[in-house]
């Protein structure tokens, strides 16, 4: 099936010359043509243009990165913050940054290709442990790790497909008995959308602290571009440093920076965007269960309905398709279950109604 957006994504998107309602992409909290980050993009296009047309430093320094950076720092309350031009370099920066701080590192086996492509790039050796497993990360922290060595965990904080939490709690603990040990999350899927503040996974479980980092996303929830990474000051600087990424790539467009720090001015300031995607979500998985699917009841705006013997997904997302319904069915990516799924996700300016007819026409059609 081809599909071609032709307006900004939100609960009602224009695809293949159709209104439909749109459960599918990233765009959580229903910002993506939001007036005050499209106002802020208009404003710094006139004043400075597309881009810099250079990397950071020297004569690519500018104002609008330095005030996503501030922005940031003030949203994940930390000393300072780091902005680079995609979330996916994240992974990349932080096991760059910190080496010298870690001997081995350990990966969830199903984590994004971004945390793949970051591991396999920092030249330290890797054991990948069972999905969300934190038996298992024990097992090969004691099978693998020698004395005095301190090992990194690096995971998803959110799955993008299966929509789980990494149950970092229990990693914290099983890292307990080494010294300098170190935690990473992706939080792609979690920025602006799980933890009280919106501040991510950390936030969610309480678990913030030395030794815990975490990239963020602002082109899903936060409808920007890039990626940040928010910390001491002493850590920033050693990330720049150390890693090639910040120096190396040229940065985001201008507007886009632009609308990423007036989404994060506004959601720092406004909880309420926040407290209606988690009550649509409740709606949401609350219908999915009633129709046989098992979801775990957490704020996470994703809803992974996965193969059913005798069910053709693919099938049921045309079907949906052809009744307005957008679903993504998803076969190869990360952290998708065996057999593929449908993917809902779940908006903060979704209607009731809007999730009741798609629970409806999906009972209907299961």
């Known amino acids: 099936m081809e599909a071609l957006m032709q307006s ?23 910002l993506q043509s939001h ?17 810099t047309a250079t990397s950071r430093g020297g004569f690519g320094e500018h104002p609008v990165y330095q005030h996503v950076e501030q922005t940031a720092a003030e949203f994940f309350e930390s000393e300072r913050a780091i902005y680079f031009v995609s979330g996916y370099l994240g992974n990349t920066i932080l096991l760059q940054g910190l080496q010298g701080d870690y001997e081995q590192i350990f990966v969830d086996r199903d984590s994004h290709f971004s945390v793949w492509d970051g591991v396999q ?18 097992a090969c922290c004691r099978a693998k790790l020698r004395p005095g060595e301190r090992p990194l965990v690096i995971t998803d904080g959110v799955f993008p497909i299966s929509g789980e939490i ?25 920025t602006g959308v799980i933890g009280e503040k919106g501040q991510g996974t950390l936030e ?15 082109s899903k929830a936060l409808a920007g571009h890039g990626g940040v990474i928010a910390q001491e000051a002493t850590v920033v600087e050693k990330l720049v440093r150390n890693s090639t990424v910040p120096g190396a790539t040229s940065p985001s467009p201008l507007p886009a920076a632009a609308a990423a720090a007036r989404a994060l001015e506004l959601v720092r ?27 775990a009841n957490t704020p996470v705006p994703i809803l992974c309905l996965g193969a059913r013997p005798g069910l053709d997904l693919a ?7 052809a009744r307005d319904i957008c679903v993504a069915h998803v076969t190869r990516y990360s952290s998708t279950p065996p057999g593929g799924a449908l993917r809902i996700a779940i908006f903060a300016t979704h209607t009731a109604e809007q999730i009741d007819r798609m629970i409806a026409e999906l009972g209907a059609l299961v």
């Not at 007036?35 to 597309?50: D, K, R, S």
């Not at 969610?204 to 602002?218: A, D, I, M, N, P």
């Not at 099938?315 to 398709?321: A, C, I, M």
Request: glycine share 10%.
């Open 204 to 218: 969610h479980f309480g678990v913030q602290g030395k030794g815990r980092y975490t990239t963020y996303t602002l």
């Open 35 to 51: 007036p005050a980050l499209v106002q802020a993009a208009i404003e710094t296009l006139q004043q400075y243009g597309l881009s």
């Open 8 to 30: 900004s994504p939100g609960a009602r998107t224009l695809i293949n010359d159709r209104w439909r309602d749109y459960f599918a992409g990233c765009g959580y909290l229903g």
């Open 166 to 190: 990494a149950p970092v709690r229990d990693y914290v603990d099983a890292l307990a008995p080494y010294d300098g040990a170190i935690l990473c999350l992706d939080d792609a899927h979690a």
């Open 121 to 138: 790039n920092a030249g330290i050796p890797v054991t990948p442990f069972q999905h969300c497993d934190p038996e298992d990360l024990s």
């Open 269 to 295: 300031g406004d909880s309420s965007l926040r407290r209606r995607l988690w009550a649509n979500v409740r709606h949401a998985k609350e219908g999915v269960r009633e129709l046989g699917w098992p979801v």
């Open 315 to 321: 099938r049921l997302q045309s079907e949906l398709f």
